[in-house]
């Protein structure tokens, strides 16, 4: 069965202390990965596609990553800004629906 | 430009009743995409539109419907509702729906039902 996990679940951060979100994925072929920031009360924000291992993608201070078998989000001398929940979602060649992880909730402490 | 507008942001029904949501696209979009999102499930995909067509469907009971119309905008309704139903309904918008194109979400609409 086609699956998204992700961890932590929750993340605690000093500002400044860079660290790794982990998205693991299990589908039958990917068409693309997604990781989206979603604030309480707000729809999901759209961050990066992702398409074939090795690929890398940056915005200011995340950086993506994929593999085969899962997708980094580094998140580099984050500030408080960046608490959020971090959501991981996958589209498989199978089929167009898009299956999103449970999410990592970060917090960053001043 | 205007985002995705989702009306209304809050709704409480009662069990047994139906209720039905709107979504606007952001202009020139075709695809609207539709999600749940409860604490426990996380978001979970309930359909597709493009060109009001339904083109991809989760797996949801028959109580989930939506339509879209020729300016793109698009309802979802949901029949007998059930206490289970309470969630954060997202609709997301993108030019073709295509994994290429960004998919732009509303704020939701938070439906209780009591």
């Known amino acids: 069965e086609d699956q998204v996990t992700q961890s932590p679940e929750a993340l605690r951060l000093q500002e400044g202390e860079s660290s790794s979100l982990n998205c693991s994925y299990t589908?039958?072929?990917?068409?693309?990965l997604f990781w989206y920031r979603q604030d309480p009360g707000k729809g999901p924000e759209f961050l990066f596609t992702?398409?074939?291992a090795g690929e890398e993608k940056e915005k200011e201070r995340l950086k993506a990553t994929l593999t085969k078998k899962e997708s980094f989000l580094h998140i580099t001398a984050p500030k408080p800004e960046d608490s959020a929940t971090y959501l991981c979602?996958?589209?498989?060649?199978?089929?167009?629906?898009?299956?999103f992880g449970p999410g990592t909730s970060l917090s960053v402490i001043p | 430009k205007a985002g995705v507008t989702q009306t209304p942001r809050y709704l409480i029904k009662t069990r047994g009743q139906q209720v039905t949501l709107s979504c606007s696209p952001i202009?020139?979009?075709?695809?609207v995409s539709w999600y749940q999102q409860t604490p426990g499930q996380g978001l979970q995909f309930l359909f597709e539109?493009?060109?009001?067509?339904?083109?991809n469907k989760g797996n949801f009971p028959g109580r989930f419907s939506g339509r879209q119309f020729s300016n793109s905008r698009s309802e979802m309704n949901v029949s007998t509702l059930e206490l289970g139903d309470s969630a954060l309904y997202l609709c997301?918008?993108?030019?073709?729906?295509?994994?290429?194109?960004?998919?732009?979400f509303g704020q939701g609409t938070r439906l209780t039902v009591v």
């Open positions: 997301a918008s993108s030019l073709t729906g295509a994994v290429n194109t960004e998919a732009f």
């Open positions: 589908v039958s072929g990917l068409r693309g």
């Open positions: 992702l398409y074939s």
């Open positions: 979602a996958v589209q498989a060649t199978s089929y167009d629906k898009v299956i």
């Open positions: 202009s020139g979009h075709r695809s």
């Open positions: 539109y493009f060109s009001e067509t339904q083109r």
